[in-house]
T-cell receptor, first 112, second 115 residues
Framework: KNEVEQSPQNLTAQEGEFITINCSYS?????LHWLQQHPGGGIVSLFM???GKKKHGRLIATINIQEKHSSLHITASHPRDSAVYIC??????????????FGKGTHLIIQP | KAGVTQTPRYLIKTRGQQVTLSCSPI?????VSWYQQTPGQGLQFLFE???????NKGNFPGRFSGRQFSNSRSEMNVSTLELGDSALYLC??????????????FGPGTRLTVT
């Protein structure tokens, strides 16, 4: 079973700062997801990665398959970025038989 | 295109009762996955359905079950409710089964409270 660790658990930053959230996993994967959850519960999928790097607006996600590590970066952070960011993986073997395995999430607060 | 819808959004039940939650996926999506989110355990995978077949199941007791209909709508059922079943239940739909690297789209969730 894949173990997914995220850091930091909590992060408070000032508006405009560059934010980095890290995710490590223990077993090879077929894909990694970065999710955003706002208060109230709704979850939005930000990125799905199996290699390399993806960028969408101010958000950048990278993954290093050899090191079993991914990072989510937010440039020019804004208070509306305040949310819980969750890393989730599909293990590489078994065709997704274990479903998504989730990290505990990073609670991000951006202060004006 | 309409998103994933879940009904009801909120539910209060008593210990020992059973409950059925519904999920309607995005049109054209044939995979529906269910997740439980609690403050203590975070998000956990319950099960996935694809083309009316359960593909896989997470580590939950048999009280948790589900099914998928021919129009891809899915229901999950929890029997003999326990206080610990209080949680946000989320479903997500996708074009293809998990493990095929397709993005998942989440519904707003059903918040179940067991008293």
């Amino acid at each position: 079973k894949n173990e997914v660790e995220q850091s930091p658990q909590n992060l408070t930053a000032q508006e405009g700062e560059f934010i980095t959230i890290n995710c490590s996993y223990s077993v090879g994967i077929s894909a990694l997801h970065w999710l955003q959850q706002h208060p109230g519960g709704g979850i939005v999928s930000l990125f799905m990665l199996s290699s390399g790097k993806k960028k969408h607006g101010r958000l950048i996600a990278t993954i290093n398959i050899q090191e079993k590590h991914s990072s989510l970066h937010i440039t020019a952070s804004h208070p509306r970025d305040s949310a819980v960011y969750i890393c989730a993986v599909i293990s590489g073997s078994g065709g997704g038989a274990d479903g998504l395995t989730f990290g505990k999430g990073t609670h991000l607060i951006i202060q004006p | 295109k309409a998103g994933v819808t879940q009904t009801p959004r909120y539910l209060i039940k008593t210990r020992g009762q059973q409950v059925t939650l519904s999920c309607s996926p995005i049109s054209g999506h044939r995979s529906v996955s269910w997740y439980q989110q609690t403050p203590g355990q975070g998000l956990q995978f319950l099960f996935e359905y694809f083309s009316e077949t359960q593909r896989n199941k997470g580590n939950f007791p048999g009280r948790f079950s589900g099914r998928q209909f021919s129009n891809s709508r899915s229901e999950m059922n929890v029997s003999t409710l326990e206080l610990g079943d209080s949680a946000l239940y989320l479903c997500a739909s996708s074009l293809a089964p998990q493990g095929h690297s397709y993005e998942q789209y989440f519904g707003p969730g059903t918040r179940l409270t067991v008293t």
